[in-house]
T-cell receptor, first 114, second 107 residues
């Protein structure tokens, strides 16, 4: 089991472009979480998804941000019309229903907006 | 609202000395608390959780509901303990993290 995979590891975008971040959960895990870490801060919850469903998106900005976890393929976090303030590390974590709330983290994607 | 506070951003101790990383929380329900660790160039991983009441790599953490604390302790620090440590609280189907403490063990 390769663990949670995220790609790309580093992403550079100019203001106004779109950023797409991908997350492949651990095999057999059906729960995916996205977190954002701004410089000098802890991880902040953004969204919780199960296959084809958004369970909780209370931590996600209302505009420009969206997330999906389709039946097939990775979970995608999309940021449209990026701004400098979106520069951060974005972490994905997956969880098994039976893992008693233990989350397994990916290596993160570091987004830099020029 | 759920909140986790780690008052120390940086903590530096000598090898062999005791270590205590502080964590305080705010939560209206029954808390479930974790410590996660991130070693250099590695991903975030679970160190321990309060319900297990176990010792991992010599670290222990006791939940003190009266003081709303979950401090992480180790009696004798080792150089390989140098890392970033995050305290986290599980509630409403998500983890809430503290800001993290960077622990440096000096030889």
């Amino acid at each position: 089991n390769a663990g949670v995979m995220q790609n790309p590891r580093h992403l550079v975008r100019r203001r106004g472009q779109e950023a797409r971040l991908r997350c492949s959960p651990m095999k057999g895990h059906s729960h995916v979480y996205w977190y954002r870490q701004l410089p000098e801060e802890g991880l902040k919850f953004m969204v919780y998804l199960q296959k084809e469903n958004i369970i909780d998106e209370s931590g996600m900005p209302k505009e420009r941000f969206s997330a999906e976890f389709p039946k097939e393929g990775p979970s995608i976090l999309r940021i449209q019309q990026v701004v400098r303030g979106d520069s951060a590390a974005y972490f994905c974590a997956s969880q098994d229903t039976r893992s008693y709330n233990e989350q397994f983290f990916g290596p993160g994607t570091r987004l830099t907006v020029l | 609202a759920q909140r986790v506070t780690q008052p120390e951003k940086l903590l530096s101790v000598f090898k062999g000395a005791p270590v205590e990383l502080k964590c305080n929380y705010s939560y209206s329900g029954s808390p479930e608390l974790f410590w996660y660790v991130q070693y250099s160039r590695q991903r975030l991983q679970l160190l321990l959780r309060h319900i297990s009441r176990e010792s991992i790599k010599g670290f222990t953490a006791d939940l003190n509901k009266g003081e709303t604390s979950f401090h992480l302790k180790k009696p004798f620090a080792q150089e390989e303990d140098s890392a970033m440590y995050y305290c986290a609280l599980w509630g409403a189907q998500k983890l809430v993290f503290g800001q993290g403490t960077r622990l440096t063990i000096n030889p």
